[in-house]
């Protein structure tokens, strides 16, 4: 005799489900699609179940400066204080990297590439990211070695940095062996280090390498004054190194102005206004779309036609 099964319905799954299968959305389809479904999908989205990890990284290269601070803080404030990624590019306001930090307490992944943060406000509050395991602050001109200091000191458990420059940022620069021995000195745990194109020498490496000794990869490429040859590098079982020598096949897209616009590429805007939700009852409205009150008139530009094969990598693409 076959057994009968038990049909459940969607609105009937915990909470905790529904954000693990919401995180296959995309951000607007979360924040406008699924609350008009039900009232407990609606909830699901309010909480923090959606909001552990949160990865605006391409929306924010395009995003209006206004936009980023008001979204992160709507993103950020539903986490409750689960937040294990963030991916964010572009960052420039402290006092939005404040806001970040102050609710880091269970953050684990921190992406900020592009970032206009300086190294005093990264002193200021470095303390608050101690949880973090893995931090990229590629393409951030303002930050320096006092910066990787501070994030290594307290970031005890830290084992990826990805600290990759355009070679037009650095070209002012005398030298960079500073931030490489900040590393040394600060994060002995590192397993994962991408420095490409910053100006350091072969004895800066030395140190990392050194102190760093469970290091498993470690990227160079365009490194032009690095020269670790095959008998320094059986020094270190285990460790993997790529450059100085270049040889990929560059996506520079990443440093292109994101003001042009390919006629390739689609563009999809979309108005995310609270008080536009007038087909929910009063329950709905006043419940699931309180936060969104201090959201009128912010207006989210998406652009669709961005295939794995021509999205905005970072530039040069990770090993």
């Known amino acids: 005799m076959e057994e009968e ?4 319905s ?49 929306w924010s290269r395009r995003c209006r400066r206004e936009d980023l601070h008001r979204m992160l ?36 992944t921190l992406r900020l590439p592009r970032s206009e943060i300086s190294d005093s406000i990264v002193e200021q509050v470095a303390e608050r990211f101690s949880t973090i395991t893995f931090l990229d602050v590629s393409y951030c001109g303002k930050m320096g070695a006092r910066s990787l200091e501070a994030f290594g000191k307290n970031c005890k458990g830290l ?16 030298s960079q062996d500073d931030e490489a021995l900040a590393i040394a000195a600060t994060m002995p745990r590192l397993k994962h280090l991408e420095m490409a194109y910053l100006l350091i020498t072969t004895e800066a ?7 760093c000794r469970e290091l498993q990869l470690l ?51 979309w108005d995310f206004v609270a008080g536009d939700l007038e087909d929910y009852d009063d329950e709905m409205s006043d419940g699931i779309w309180e936060d969104e009150q201090a959201m ?21 693409p990770s090993p």
């Not at 084992?159 to 005398?174: A, F, N, Q, S, Y």
């Not at 285990?238 to 042009?260: A, F, I, Q, R």
């Not at 998406?302 to 040069?316: A, K, L, Q, S």
């Open 5 to 8: 099964c038990e049909l459940r």
């Open 10 to 58: 969607w609105d009937e799954l915990i909470p905790d489900a529904l954000g693990l299968i919401f995180r296959n959305l995309s951000l607007e389809e979360i924040l406008t699609v699924i609350p008009r479904v039900c009232k407990a999908w609606g909830r699901a989205v309010m909480g923090p179940y959606c909001w552990q990890e949160i990865d605006i990284e391409e």
């Open 73 to 108: 803080q709507l993103l950020i404030t539903r986490s409750s204080g689960s937040l294990r990624k963030l991916c964010v590019s572009g960052l420039r306001e402290e006092s939005t990297f404040s806001f970040i930090a102050g609710h880091a307490k269970s953050l684990q």
């Open 159 to 174: 084992t990826g940095l990805r600290r990759i420059m355009h070679p037009l940022e650095v070209i002012d620069k005398l």
């Open 205 to 211: 490496v030395l140190q990392i390498l050194e102190n």
């Open 219 to 269: 990227d160079v490429r365009g490194c032009w004054n690095v020269k670790l040859d095959d008998k320094i590098v059986k020094n270190f079982p285990g460790l993997k190194v790529v450059g100085p020598l270049v040889v990929d096949c560059y996506e520079t897209n990443g440093w292109d102005d994101c003001s042009e616009y390919s006629g390739t590429s689609g563009y999809l805007a």
């Open 296 to 316: 009128e008139e912010l207006e989210l530009r998406f652009y669709d036609g961005f295939g794995e094969e021509n999205e905005f990598f970072d530039w040069p």
